[in-house]
């Protein structure tokens, strides 16, 4: 069985508190783009990856195995898997590759393997596993709050193409979160309702939405800086880094305006392109 797993981007990300857990209570809209992981599961009598990528462990720290060793003890199943996963998502760039890898193995082993569980049990297990996990379960476009797990997903019809852009920089969500200056107050209107105005005025959005992590991952990485600035001089209508980075996404009018701002940005630098109204495949 094969299926794909969809990177996301943040369109803006508010760090609200530190809560006594050491977790901070967030506010952000994930969103699903046009670049996915591809994931091959076949029958097994224990649980194995193997992946294309070299920068990625294939052991027990990975969140495939994670997610399926997960599945195994909470059901008590005896079955395995061989997972053979082409890694076309940027590692360590605020996409959610990893997150989104490990709800496919959640969701497709719960098939395979006829353990039955409900969304709502594997949404909890997802978040065993990461706090970005549960969205993928479902996928699409959600607000997020909590620690990210709580969601409330909507359907956005963005007209917009969105180009992203990673440059070759990880950044650990860990290190993130350690330097981040949490708000003071929180804004009063949501950022989802910020979003579905910014549909009519995209520009606008910029004086609304920021994501927190910018100004001291800008700090240590002056390029993602340079990269969000190079999106909006070639046209974007709207630029902001996803996640903790280390890439940002800049919406543009269309396609021929994206195209062009994508000849700006050379290797090692990777570019990812998403049309207009872009829904994913979702699992079935
Ligand atoms: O949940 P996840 O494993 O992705 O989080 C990695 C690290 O990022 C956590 O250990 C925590 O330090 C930090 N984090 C946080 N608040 C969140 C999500 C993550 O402080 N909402």
Redesign the pocket.
Known sequence: MNVRAYAKINIGLRVLEKRPD???N?ETVFHQIDLYDELVFAPADVITLTTTSSEIPTDSNNLCVRAAETLQRYTRTKKGVAIALKKNIPVGAGLGGGSSDAASVLVVLNRLWKTGLVQEELSSLAATL???VPFFVRGGTAVGTS??ELLDYFRLEFPFVIVTVTPPIHIS??WA?SHVKPRATNPTESLRSIVERGLMNPSGMAAAISNDFEESVFEAHPQIRRMKDTLMSSGALFALMSGSGSSVFGLFRDIDSARTATGRFVPPATVSLTPPNFQPIAHE
Do not use: Q, W
Request: hydrophobic share 15%.
């Open positions: 050491g977790y901070h967030i990461g706090s970005d620690r990210g969500t860990a979160y």
